[in-house]
């Protein structure tokens, strides 16, 4: 109300207030606060009215009420008499799940697609165009869908499925693999374990200096991995087989026992992997290419490999472009996997669908739904910053 | 520069425009005629329409519903039987038809009705946030749903939940079950019941969840699944349009009551009659035997229920006047183009139809079942 040019700060002399560029920055941008402030006013007081109205209350309460219905898979303890709050836990955990190692396949995906692009061999880099558009231009959803129906669904039956040995299998009810099971000698193991890492690691760092000082590195580098096997191999003996492998075995309707990786997670990670992929691909190249070709030219007349090449002065240059898109990448990875809703896996937006549903609290849940989403981008944001940061202090 | 400075000067006017507005005072501070108020004045009923959103309980739906000349009616849209898009791209079925009964009710006209296809997750907020006038989408009524969704009107039809599993697997009973991979669609009360139902027995079964009920059937069909649960009616429907319906058994057991009927939204009490009463009028008027062929006879009854109910007067006084705030003739106009309950059921459901239902508890009270109309006077 009082941020009018009248009434603000005294103008010098000569120039006029409304020209004088000091004050000018500073009120826009307490207009703009204003507007944005009274735009985010508006729309929750109209909210609150609204649900007044309607007679519905805005509480988070019904998070310690018994859910009651069941999640098909779950990292934790689930069952239906947890509460509201495990669902939504259950729900959170399902889409990390799926986002962290959908991240780490679409960037190597990604990394291989982004070279092949660039390849010299005229099939690869066709293949790889094709796939990269293809994979771009059409729906997510879509490829979903095929994904789930046409291929995981179409997947043999149980009585035909397909097995490797007794130890894998593979039907339309999902991938079974042994699961590794903790025995008592595991964790004198890991301790053992653990002093082979540091020993390997030793020796790494000794042959490095010894390297630089211009010594001979004595192999100590091979010399503390060998020992690292060495030790573990020791150590498994004498602790008589810290783990055992539980094999899935087949009952009447489905395959008990081991790891089990359903068909749901899978579709929805295979159809994140490669359409984020085909977008990762692009971005490599772009960074690849934006190397200038000096670089290389003065990398090949030093002599170094093609390997080599690529290695130590190309992806150094390229990273600190390919790192700001990237994470716009990673982060519609994690957002995109709310598509999880269409083909049933319980991801936290199906699971918070659910619970909108059974409590009659829509605005509160998508609230919460919300929230753990953005916190989930910024996160990944600050962590990719971070790297982006240490990227950006190599350059010269 | 001189660019730069005007779109800041641009905002400098558009922030107090607002801030006038938010004031809610913008006259006192600014000569009258100055376009800052011009376009206060615009801005403004736009904010008191938006934090109004809701014309209904101030005016009534019923007055909303005659001003549009339209019913919008939330229904399924993928059940077969209940409310399914026929090859013409018409919407057929029970559901469907009380949907146009009561716009026959309100309207006159059992045409002017916009049917809203809505998910089982949708259709809570649908009726909520006031979009849909009914909601009539096989949604069974539970007491949650009655103080937060919408108000439950007479129950349609009376249903149970009951288990399809295919015909290899060999299952008779729910023990049979055990360990097997159940679908079920999110958001029902089935779903809720199913956990419920085979926690009580100690069966262990896995369940695979989906949004949409499409997905459910062709997941089930396509042998993610061993079994598939919902209410009867639905399943005996969806079973109709399988490939091979034959290889399919539903399970004798029932799990649950399921009540389905008509939702209006909360907090409209006249509303609430009107389509409370328009079920009841299709359940009286076969009580009374009025189908849709003979309605219009009924003009000449001489059976005083008949002539209240039809809104007729032997001697040319005032019809019956019921309070709803509809016309007098209104049970002819949702007879004669509807048709009765009977009709409606036989219809969409009866022998005939591929479903085939018996009435069985969806017969009137007179002949066993649990259908009855109170006292239209």
Request: net charge negative.
């Amino acid at each position: 109300m009082t941020s009018g040019p009248p009434s603000s700060t005294p103008a010098r002399a000569s120039v006029p207030l409304w020209r004088d560029l000091r004050v000018l920055r500073i009120a826009g941008q307490v207009a703009v606060l204003l507007v944005v402030a009274i735009i985010v006013a508006v729309a929750a007081r109209n909210l609150l009215t609204a649900m007044d109205q309607r007679g519905l209350g805005f509480g988070f309460n019904f998070l310690n009420r018994t859910a009651g219905f069941e999640i098909a898979e779950s990292p934790i303890p689930y069952s239906p008499t947890s509460t509201y709050a495990g669902a939504f836990l259950t729900g959170l955990l399902n889409t990390l799940f799926v986002s962290v190692v959908g991240i780490v396949l679409a960037t190597l995906l990604g990394l291989v697609v982004g070279v092949a692009r660039l390849s010299s061999n005229w099939l690869v880099n066709k293949i790889a165009a094709g796939y990269v558009e293809l994979m771009r231009n059409t729906p997510l959803l879509v490829q979903l869908f095929i994904i789930y129906f046409a291929v995981f669904l179409q997947l043999p039956g149980i009585a035909e499925t397909l097995r490797v040995g007794d130890a894998v299998f593979l039907n339309q009810r999902g991938a079974f693999v042994p699961a590794p099971q903790a025995q008592p000698g595991f964790g004198t193991w890991l301790a053992i374990l653990a002093v082979g890492v540091l020993v390997a690691i030793g020796g790494r760092a000794l042959a490095r200096r010894r390297d630089a000082r211009g010594q001979s590195t004595l192999h100590l580098g091979t010399v503390g991995l060998v020992a690292f096997l060495a030790l573990a191999a020791i150590g498994w003996v004498a602790t008589g087989g810290p783990i055992e492998f539980e094999l899935p075995v087949q009952e009447r309707f489905n395959f008990v026992g081991g790891l089990r990786l359903s068909p749901e997670f899978t579709a929805l990670l295979t159809g994140l992997v490669i359409y984020t992929a085909a977008f990762i691909g692009e971005v490599v190249r772009g960074g690849i290419q934006a190397v200038r070709r000096g670089q290389l030219e003065a990398a090949r007349a030093l002599g170094l490999s093609e390997g080599q090449v690529l290695r130590l002065i190309v992806f150094p240059q390229a990273l600190r472009i390919i790192v700001p898109p990237m994470t716009s990448q990673y982060l519609n990875l994690a957002k995109n996997s709310s598509l999880a809703i269409a083909i049933g896996y319980p991801d936290l937006f199906k699971v918070g669908q659910t619970m909108a549903n059974q409590t009659g609290q829509p605005v509160p849940v998508m609230i919460l739904v919300m929230g753990t989403y953005l916190a989930i981008s910024l996160v990944t944001s600050l962590l990719m910053n971070l790297y982006n940061r240490r990227v950006q202090v190599l350059e010269r | 520069m001189s660019r730069r400075v005007l779109s800041i000067i641009g905002l400098l006017v558009l922030a107090m425009v607002v801030t006038a507005c938010g004031d809610q005072a913008p006259a006192s501070e600014q000569p009258a005629g100055s376009p800052g108020e011009s376009a206060a004045e615009s801005v403004a009923p736009e904010e008191t329409a938006a934090a109004t959103p809701a014309p209904a309980p101030a005016e009534g739906r019923l007055a909303l519903v005659r001003e549009r000349d339209e019913l919008i009616c939330g229904v399924n849209g993928s059940l077969p039987g209940f409310s399914f898009l026929d090859e013409n791209g018409d919407m057929t079925g029970f559901d469907a038809d009380f949907c146009r009964a009561l716009a026959a009710a309100v309207l006159g006209d059992a045409e002017k009705v916009e049917f809203r296809a809505l998910s089982t997750d949708q259709r809570g907020p649908a009726l909520q946030t006031g979009e849909v006038d009914v909601l009539i989408r096989n949604t069974t009524w539970t007491v949650s749903r009655d103080t937060s969704w919408g108000l439950f009107a007479p129950t349609t039809f009376y249903d149970g939940q009951a288990i399809m599993v295919n015909a290899s697997v060999g299952a008779e009973t729910l023990a049979d079950l055990e360990g097997a991979t159940v679908c079920v669609q999110s958001g029902t009360t089935t779903e809720l019941n199913l956990a419920d139902a085979f926690r009580e027995i100690g069966v262990d079964i896995e369940t695979q969840v989906f949004a949409d009920l499409d997905p459910t059937y062709q997941a089930y069909e396509e042998g993610r699944c061993d079994a598939v649960t919902s209410d009867r009616s639905q399943l005996v429907a969806r079973r109709t349009v399988f490939a091979n319906p034959d290889d399919h058994v539903i399970l004798e057991e029932v799990l649950s009551k399921e009540p389905l009927g008509p939702v209006a939204p909360l907090g409209d009490d006249a509303w609430f009659n009107v389509v409370k009463w328009t079920v009841f009028a299709t359940i009286e008027a076969e009580e009374l035997g009025i189908t849709s062929e003979n309605v219009a006879d009924q003009a000449t009854s001489e059976n005083p229920v008949v002539q209240r109910f039809v809104g007729v007067t032997p001697d040319g006084a005032d019809p019956f006047d019921s309070g709803l705030g509809l016309e007098p003739d209104w049970v002819v106009d949702v007879i004669s183009q509807v048709g009765n309950y009977a009709e409606i059921y036989e219809r969409n459901l009866g022998p005939g139809t591929p479903f085939d239902l018996e009435r069985g508890l969806n017969a009137l009270w007179t002949d066993g079942g649990l259908l009855y109309a109170p006292p239209y006077r």
